[in-house]
């Protein structure tokens, strides 16, 4: 194929696909893509671009996809993308898989949960399964009482309401408590009253403590005990394991304990409290998980639960352990975000500072971004070490992908200053442009002889010839002026008409943007996630008298 052809076949696919205008630059890399010797020759082949686009810009979109159709047929056949889905889970039957995603109340949740709990959610999704929300509160010490309500939000929210179930631990004592009777009886947990640090000693030489070989009454007694006579730090009941068992973590570990603080729910209505391992397994069996999908760092819990779930005779599910996402560059801690909230370091758990569900999802990113990288990487067993800035570059581009089809385009100036047009032509008092490249429908832009434009663009382009995005072309100087209508090849800049609206942006690291807008988003609703052209997405947040702000999504 000719050079000419080469160059018209590669304009053509990029306005087609472009809403029918090729640029140069795309153009180029298409050209030397497919013919990579003539990065030898760039000046030239760059050269007969510019006298071929022009022919086919002129083209209407009808007129590029008939002569494209003629020199590449093939290129208008749907090309089945491979779609990426979650491998099987071992022993899964269709309608029959049950999950469980196990958060604690102790404060917002944030993007570290976002993997965990769309990956349980992916594999409900794919078997057609249930989803269990199971809040982990037997720590009366550890709970934040609103993060009930904030992890009924953020899970459905993030899930697009998936969860099936949701259940409270500190709902279920009843039942941790029944096993625990069992387990003595069977003589397979005992009470311990000795002293921690000497238990630590036996147990580094393996060897059992005295309150191990108590008769199973005996034990009972103690365990009664627990409830009255014994106070915190006294007593605390133990699963006998192996205590030759290389792991030390294994050899008889704890199980209950008596922790006194007011629970933010229960109130004083309990003091024996079931350590994790313990409500863990009774939950897992009484609620018929088919599939645990956990962090490998839980793979000794696993372990400790299975000892549970032999002496109870029960079945076992299916075990799945994850490798961690390990960010850098940030700290994620939910008792820091709870701080800072408390001492208003930060306006609330949605401040788009933080890295929360909440946050993200006030600023407009989608369930569906995450839930993609989610599938993309899969229950791999490897951990990630990855930058939170590098994390987020991979999630804005999915959610771009997403939102990109649906944002409304509006005009932004960031700290404006007024330019007057004197010579500005008469007869145009308002302009229609795209609200979308990809609905077809247009807005209304009203106009005079009075904008604004950007603080930085007028300091830059002073003395110049630019032209004013959709409108005409104008030279800077202390005032604008009017030069000429044509389209150029001359830098654009932003504008906005006089009568705008001022605008603030909150951006993620914590400065305001603020600036003005064209009149046109005085009808966006709060919610509406649109894109201010050459500046970004943005969801509109609060509608002011003076004002409207939004929140910054990404670029």
């Known amino acids: 194929m000719s050079l000419l052809k080469l160059i018209e076949k590669a304009a053509l696919m990029n306005a087609v696909t472009h809403n029918g205008k090729a640029t140069e630059k795309a153009v180029l890399g298409k050209v030397l893509a497919e013919k990579l010797q003539l990065r030898n020759n760039v000046l030239k082949v760059s050269e007969e671009i510019r006298l071929v686009l022009p022919r086919i810009n002129k083209l209407s979109l009808d007129a590029q996809k008939s002569r494209l159709m003629q020199i590449d047929p093939n290129f ?24 469980r995603f196990e958060p604690a109340p102790s404060g917002p949740m944030h993007i570290g949960h976002s993997f965990p709990l769309l990956l349980n959610a992916g594999y409900a999704d794919k078997y057609d399964g249930k989803l269990i929300i199971r809040i982990s509160d037997t720590n009366p010490a550890g709970v934040y009482k609103k993060a009930y309500d904030h992890i009924d939000e953020d899970s459905n929210w993030l899930t697009e309401d998936r969860v099936d179930e949701v259940h409270i631990q500190s709902d279920r004592m009843a039942l941790y408590y029944n096993t625990a009777e069992e387990l003595i009886k069977k003589d397979v947990a005992y009470i311990c009253t000795c002293d921690p640090e000497k238990f630590k000693f036996l147990l580094s030489k393996k060897t059992a403590c005295p309150c191990r070989t108590l008769p199973p009454a005996e034990t009972l007694e103690r365990w009664k005990d627990m409830f009255g006579r014994y106070i915190a730090g006294d007593a605390v009941m133990r699963i006998k394991t192996d205590l030759e068992h290389k792991n030390p973590a294994m050899r008889d570990f704890p199980v209950f304990r008596i922790a006194e603080d007011k629970h933010p729910r229960q109130g004083t209505k309990y003091r024996v409290w079931p350590l994790m391992n313990l409500a863990v397994a009774v939950d897992d069996h009484t609620l018929g998980l088919t599939h645990v999908i956990r962090g490998k760092d839980h793979a000794d819990n696993t372990l400790r639960q299975a000892y549970i779930f032999d002496a109870m005779g029960w079945k076992k599910p299916q075990y799945i352990h994850h490798g961690r996402i390990q960010f850098t560059g940030i700290k994620i801690s939910k008792r820091e975000f709870l701080k800072g909230v408390k001492e208003k370091e930060y306006s609330g758990f949605d401040d788009v500072r933080l890295p929360t569900l909440k946050a993200l999802r006030r600023r407009g990113l989608q369930p569906e ?20 800035e590098e994390f987020m570059k991979i999630i804005y581009a999915h959610n771009r992908e997403i939102i990109d089809p649906i944002a409304n385009r509006y005009s932004f100036v960031a700290d404006p200053i007024e330019i007057e047009i004197p010579n500005a032509p008469k007869d145009i008092q308002e302009i229609s442009v795209p609200i979308s490249p990809y609905s077809g429908k247009t807005r209304q832009i009203k106009v005079n002889n009075l904008i604004c434009i950007a603080k930085s663009d007028f300091e830059r382009f002073y003395g110049t010839e630019i032209r004013l995005k959709d409108l005409y072309n104008i030279k800077l100087d202390t005032s604008g002026e009017f030069t000429s209508q044509p389209n150029k090849k001359i830098q654009k800049i932003q504008w906005v008409s006089k009568s705008a609206v001022k605008t603030e942006i909150l951006m993620p690291d914590g400065t305001v943007v603020k600036g003005v807008a064209e009149p046109n988003i005085k009808k966006l609703k709060v919610g509406a996630i649109i894109q201010f052209e050459r500046f970004g997405f943005c969801k509109l947040d609060r509608k002011l008298k003076t004002k409207q702000v939004f929140c910054f999504t990404h670029k």
């Open 76 to 99: 208008f056949e749907e090309k089945e993308e491979a779609k990426k889905e979650l491998p099987p889970l071992k022993n899964a039957k269709q309608g029959k898989v049950v999950l």
């Open 369 to 388: 971004a995450f839930r993609k990288y989610v599938i993309g990487v899969g229950p791999s067993n490897v951990d990630k070490r990855v930058s939170f």
